[in-house]
C-alpha cells in the first residue's frame, strides 16, 4: 500500500477553508502562520505568535462554542492566497465583512495590499456582522495578498483589549444579507452514499479547502466524489505554489443523485525535482444553493519507490562524531578535501546528503544522538546546561538489551561535568589539558572492541575532528602556509587564541585565517586516517560484515565568520550541515546508495537501536535511517528544526524560517538566495504557513516539562578544560553547579 503524505480529513485542522471568497478564521489554528505582527496566546498561556511587543498579545479566547481574536495590536495584518478565478486577475471592488465585537476601539481602517477599502464601525460589547466596500479598483490575482487592520480609538495603554474578531471574509461579489462562515464541524462529515459510509470533505459553491505542505513529484489525489441535495455540480483540483500560476488538475461533473461514490484518480503534475512545499485545492465551482459537493476520504498519495532489502541485525555498531567539520568541504559531498578513508566508507555504505544540525552547541547535537530528543525537549538551549537525568539513552537501552557499551571523547563539553557519562559501562575522556594526541580516542576504540572481541557491543567516538586545539609537530609547522607564519596561532593554545581574537576581529589578519585553516585541514586528515585504523581494527576482530558503522558531526565549521573556529552561538545553513555515512551489516543493496532526503541527530538513536535489532524507547523521535536508505519510507523532505539560545530556524526544503523565542523574523529561500539574507515571507505565503505552524508547534512548550534544565558541574579542572578549549570565561561562570 502506498503511503499518505497528505490526508485532507486528518489534518483538516491545519487545512484553509474558503467560500465566495477567502475566509480568514481569526481563532483557528491556521492564522498562526498568517497574523503578525501581534500574538495570539490560548486562554492564560503564555505562547506568542509573532509580536515584538510583549505588552499587546493578542489572545485567544472562546464564546459560544466559537474562537475569537482578542486583539490588543493597534494594528494587524494577515497575509491570505487569493484563489485562481477565470481569468489571471480580476480588477474589482472587493469587500471585507466580518464579525466583530467592540471592546474599546470604535472602529477598524480596513486595507487590502495597502489600498484602502473602507471602515468597520464598532459596536461596544455588541457582537455584530459588519461590512466595507472598496470605492476604488483594487486587483486581486492569484497569489498572495495581504489585509491589514487599524484600530481607531480606544486605550492607548498597552495591553488593553481593542477588539475580538470572529472571522473575516473578503469576496468580489454581491456580499448579500448573510455570510455563513464555513467551520471545521460543518466541513467535516460522515458522508453515506449508496451503501459505502466515508469521512468526507462537504463544501458548498463556489468553495475550496486548501491544504499545504510537501508534495512529491508523481504523488497522486485520490478521492471519491459525489453530490448530495439533488443537484448536479463541477469540481475541480489545483496544484498552487508561490509565484507561479495555479496548474488545473483536473475536473469533473457531477450529476444530482449518484447511487454510489465516483472514484477520482488525479496525477499531480507541475512539480519539478523531488517535489515542493504547495498547496492542493479541493474546489466546489458550481452547484445549487442546496447542493453540497462531498469529496470522500481524499488523501495525497506517494508513488512507491523500489524498497532495498533490509539489513541483517549487526552484531555491533561504531559511532564517529566529528567536531566542527562541514560535510561541504569533503569529497564525498563534492568537496575539495579528500577524505580516503571516509570516501571508502562511503562506497560501501550509505553517504545522506541533507543532513542538519538541530543546534550550532556540539553538547546538544551529541545529546540528541544518544537520546533521541531534540535540544529543545533537553532544555540544552546554551552552554551551560547538562543533559538532564530523566530520558533514556542508547547507552542505558543497549546495556538493559546486555550489549557492552563504551564512549571515548576529546569533547570536553561532552564529558562528565555536562551528564555524557551516564549510562556507559567504560566511559575515557581525553581533555585538552591532557598532554594525548587528540587522535587517541580512536585507538582506545580499536583497543576497546579488541578486548570485546567476542560480545555484541555499541561504541562512540567523540572526536574533536577540525575543532582546536590542534596537533601539529615543528616539522609540520614548517612546511605548513603561510609561510615564515610568526602570528597568534600555536597549535595547542589555537582555540583561545581564537577566542580572544573573536572579541577583537582587527588583531585577526589574513596570514592568521591561512594558518588556522591549514591546521584545520591537517586535523581532517589526521582524523581520517584514525578511522582508517579504528575500522581496520573492526575487520582484525573478524566482524567487518556485522557491523554497523556511523560517521557523522555535530557543527560544521563554516568560512562565514570573521574569525574562524569559535563555537558560534548563530544557526546559519553552513554552519549546520553535517557529514552522515552509515555502512550497515551485510547489506550490499544499500552500498554506494547516496540520499538526499534530509537527516537530524535525533534520528541516529533510533537508527543505531535498529541496526542492533533493539526496540527504541517510546519518547525516541526521528525515524530509522535503515528504513530511508531502503526506501520503505517516502524519500521526501520533511522539516528539521534547529535551536540555540531561544533562537530557531526552521528549514522545509528550500525553505528556512528563523525566528527568537517563537517569534518569526524571516524567511528565506536557499533555491534563491543561498546567503538566506532576503525575507519571502510576503511572497511565498503558502510556504510560509505549513512551515510557520510546523515550527510554532515542535517549539511549543509542554507542560509540565518532562525535563528540567539542569547546569553542568564544573570543578577547577573541567572550567580549566574549557578555557583550553575556547569557552570564554563569563560562559563558564554563568553556569557552574553545586
Not at 542508547?394 to 549510562?423: H, K, L, S, Y
Request: charged share 20%; proline share 8%.
Amino acid at each position: 500500500m502506498r503511503p499518505a503524505v497528505l490526508d485532507v480529513v486528518r489534518d483538516l485542522d491545519s487545512c484553509a477553508l474558503g467560500h465566495r471568497g477567502v475566509l480568514l478564521d481569526f481563532g483557528d489554528p491556521t492564522m498562526h502562520g498568517r497574523l503578525r505582527p501581534g500574538s495570539i496566546a490560548r486562554g492564560d498561556e503564555d505562547t506568542a505568535w509573532g509580536s515584538d511587543h510583549a505588552a499587546a498579545v493578542d489572545q485567544v479566547v472562546e464564546h459560544g462554542g466559537a474562537t475569537w481574536l482578542r486583539a490588543r495590536s493597534r494594528t494587524l495584518s494577515a497575509s491570505f492566497y487569493w484563489p485562481a478565478v477565470a481569468t489571471d486577475a480580476t480588477e474589482s471592488s472587493p469587500y471585507v465583512e466580518a464579525r466583530v465585537r467592540g471592546v474599546s476601539a470604535r472602529a477598524v481602517a480596513v486595507a487590502v495590499d495597502g489600498k484602502p477599502v473602507g471602515t468597520w464601525t464598532l459596536s461596544k460589547g455588541e457582537a455584530s456582522t459588519v461590512v466595507a466596500r472598496a470605492t476604488t479598483p483594487i486587483t486581486l490575482g492569484p497569489g498572495g495578498h495581504e489585509l491589514t487592520l487599524r484600530f481607531v480609538g480606544g486605550s492607548r495603554a498597552g495591553g488593553d483589549a481593542l477588539a475580538e474578531i470572529d472571522w473575516v471574509h473578503v469576496g468580489t461579489d454581491d456580499p448579500g444579507p448573510t455570510y455563513a462562515a464555513p467551520t471545521r464541524a460543518d466541513v467535516l462529515t460522515d458522508a453515506t452514499v449508496g451503501d459505502r459510509s466515508l469521512r468526507a470533505v462537504s463544501l458548498r459553491a463556489p468553495g475550496f479547502v486548501r491544504c499545504s505542505g510537501w508534495i512529491p513529484a508523481n504523488a497522486t489525489l485520490e478521492t471519491s466524489l459525489a453530490a448530495a441535495g439533488g443537484g448536479g455540480a463541477d469540481v475541480e483540483a489545483q496544484l498552487l505554489r508561490d509565484r507561479r500560476a495555479p496548474i488545473v488538475l483536473a475536473t469533473a461533473h457531477l450529476n444530482g443523485g449518484e447511487a454510489a461514490w465516483i472514484p477520482w484518480s488525479v496525477p499531480i503534475t507541475g512539480l519539478e525535482g523531488d517535489g515542493a512545499l504547495a498547496s492542493i485545492a479541493l474546489v466546489a465551482k458550481l452547484a445549487g444553493s442546496a447542493t453540497r459537493v462531498l469529496f470522500g476520504a481524499p488523501q495525497i498519495i506517494a508513488a512507491r519507490s523500489e524498497v532495498a532489502p533490509a539489513p541483517g541485525p549487526a552484531r555491533g555498531v561504531v559511532l564517529v562524531v566529528l567536531g566542527s567539520t562541514s560535510a561541504r568541504s569533503l569529497a564525498p559531498w563534492g568537496g575539495p578535501h579528500p577524505t580516503t578513508e571516509l570516501a571508502r566508507l562511503a562506497a560501501s555504505g550509505t553517504t545522506f546528503m541533507a543532513n542538519r544540525a538541530s543546534s550550532s552547541l556540539s553538547t546538544a547535537v551529541v545529546a540528541s544522538m544518544l537520546t533521541g530528543l531534540p535540544p529543545q525537549v533537553l532544555h540544552l538551549e546554551d552552554a551551560d546546561a547538562r543533559v538532564p537525568q530523566g530520558p533514556t539513552t542508547i547507552a542505558e537501552a543497549c546495556r538493559q538489551a546486555g550489549v557492552a557499551t563504551a564512549m571515548f571523547t576529546a569533547n570536553p563539553t561532552t564529558g562528565p561535568a555536562f551528564g555524557f557519562d551516564r549510562g556507559w559501562d567504560s566511559f575515557v575522556m581525553h581533555d585538552p589539558l591532557e598532554d594525548v594526541a587528540a587522535i587517541r580516542v580512536f585507538d582506545d576504540a580499536a583497543a576497546w572492541i579488541e578486548a570485546h572481541n567476542r560480545d555484541r557491543f555499541l561504541v562512540v567516538v567523540d572526536a574533536r575532528g577540525g575543532h582546536p586545539p590542534w596537533d601539529a609537530s615543528p616539522d609540520e609547522l614548517k612546511s605548513m602556509p603561510p609561510a615564515g607564519y610568526f602570528g597568534l596561532l600555536e597549535p595547542h593554545r589555537a582555540a583561545e587564541a581564537l577566542t580572544k581574537a573573536h572579541k577583537r576581529p582587527a588583531h585577526f589578519k589574513d596570514e592568521d585565517r591561512v594558518r588556522a585553516w591549514a591546521l584545520y585541514d591537517r586535523a581532517v586528515d589526521a582524523h581520517d586516517e584514525a578511522l582508517g585504523r579504528l575500522l581496520a581494527a573492526t575487520r582484525a576482530s573478524g566482524h567487518e560484515d556485522d557491523t554497523a558503522v556511523v560517521v557523522t558531526g555535530d557543527v560544521a565549521a563554516s568560512e562565514t565568520p570573521a574569525v574562524p573556529f569559535v563555537d558560534a552561538d548563530t544557526l546559519d545553513e553552513p554552519l549546520l550541515a553535517t557529514p552522515l555515512v552509515v555502512r550497515w551489516p551485510r547489506a550490499d543493496g544499500l552500498s554506494g546508495r547516496r540520499v538526499a532526503a534530509p537527516t537530524g541527530p535525533e534520528d541516529l538513536a533510533r537508527t543505531v537501536l535498529g541496526a542492533l535489532g533493539l526496540v527504541p524507547p517510546p519518547m525516541f523521535q526521528g525515524v530509522d535511517l535503515a528504513q530511508v536508505a531502503r526506501g520503505a519510507l517516502v524519500s521526501t523532505e520533511r522539516p528539521l528544526m534547529a535551536t540555540f539560545g531561544g533562537r530557531f530556524a526552521a528549514r522545509w526544503g528550500p525553505f528556512v524560517l528563523v525566528g527568537a523565542h517563537e517569534h518569526e523574523t524571516r524567511m528565506c529561500d536557499l533555491s534563491l538566495d543561498p546567503t538566506c539574507v532576503a525575507d519571502v515571507r510576503a511572497t511565498s505565503p503558502l510556504a510560509l504557513e505549513p512551515l510557520h505552524r510546523w515550527a510554532m508547534d515542535a517549539l511549543a512548550p509542554t507542560a509540565p516539562a518532562p525535563f528540567p534544565r539542569e547546569a553542568a558541574v564544573l570543578d577547577p579542572h573541567a572550567m580549566a578544560a574549557l578555557v583550553r578549549w575556547g569557552r570564554p570565561t563569563d560562559e563558564r561562570e554563568a553556569g557552574e553547579g553545586p
